[in-house]
């Protein structure tokens, strides 16, 4: 069975910038694209990164530019660098392996004043 821990969320001010962790167990992690997705405060949860094995990053347009993530296989983690952050950003986080039905407790990420 799957499991994903994320941390690393908090406040942020709006133009400041967030680091996302998320540890994958149970699956060979170096061998699956990971995902992060985010859950907006009474929206529908959403697709912000697709992360493979060796590296390539895909993001939506609403993040691209503003949004990395890179992946550490030795540690079985994920991040999701967050640059620029606007109010929009705010939501629950969450880090996925592709193709699993598992999520985790997510983190929860608000940029306000």
């Known amino acids: 069975q799957e499991q994903f821990v994320e941390s690393g969320g908090g406040l942020v001010q709006p133009g400041g910038s967030l680091r996302l962790s998320c540890v994958g167990s149970?699956?060979?992690?170096?061998?699956?694209?990971m995902t992060w997705h985010r859950q907006p405060p009474g929206k529908a949860r959403e697709w912000v990164a697709n992360?493979?094995?060796?590296?390539?990053?895909m993001n939506p347009d609403s993040v691209r530019g503003r949004f990395t993530a890179i992946r550490d296989n030795a540690k079985n983690t994920v991040y999701l660098q967050m640059d620029s952050l606007s109010p929009e950003d705010t939501g629950v986080y969450y880090c996925?392996?592709?193709?699993?039905?598992?999520w985790g407790q997510g983190t929860q990420v608000t940029v306000s004043w």
């Open positions: 149970g699956f060979p992690f170096s061998d699956e694209i």
């Open positions: 992360l493979w094995r060796g590296g390539a990053l």
């Open positions: 996925q392996m592709v193709g699993s039905t598992t």
